[in-house]
């Protein structure tokens, strides 16, 4: 599992995070987004240093953090497995192929494997409608997806 970021690298990378989205007109999420996008989730030392920088309660961030489920409060796994929960995927087969991926996984959406591998993420339509149940992992785009080919995927990923 990826190592939380050091407080010294927190506290530094955070403050200009913060400064470069000062002049902002509602910059929570913006900010939210910069620190994801550095750390690949939200530390939870990070929430009282944004709400002190904004003049919020940490409540106030924690409860943005919670609420959009794009937010990770913790580290993704070395793997990211999304698989597409949209309308054509759906009438496809892809709720066959999602209750699949939990099974085998041992995780709901957003979990992450005991071992870090892996996380499980919902996604709403990757462009392969045509050809679902569509899924991604790692950034690849896959098409007809059905049990026995999402096994495939897994063990390709060591899960
Ligand atoms: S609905 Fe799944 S790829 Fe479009």
């Not at 403050?15 to 929570?28: C, R, T, V």
């Not at 750390?39 to 106030?60: M, Q, T």
């Not at 939990?102 to 499980?120: C, I, N, P, Q, S």
């Amino acid at each position: 599992m990826p190592t939380p970021p050091a407080p010294v690298d927190l506290e530094t990378r955070l403050g200009a995070i913060l400064s470069d989205h000062a002049q902002l007109e509602g910059p929570l999420l913006p900010i939210l987004h910069a620190v994801q996008a550095e750390w690949g989730y939200v530390p939870p030392e990070a929430l009282p240093i944004i709400a002190e920088g904004l003049n919020i309660s940490r409540a106030e961030v924690h409860g943005v953090v919670s609420f959009y489920h794009d937010f990770r409060e913790e580290p993704a796994g070395r793997h990211m497995v999304k698989i597409c929960r949209a309308e054509a995927c759906q009438a496809r087969g892809g709720h066959g192929v999602e209750a699949a991926a939990k099974a085998r996984l041992g995780v709901d959406w957003h979990g992450t494997t005991a071992d870090g591998g892996v996380t499980l993420e919902p996604v709403y339509c990757l462009g392969l409608c045509a050809t679902g149940p569509a899924a991604m992992i790692d950034g690849r785009v896959v098409a007809r997806v059905d049990e026995k080919r999402l096994e495939t995927l897994l063990s390709e990923v060591g899960a």
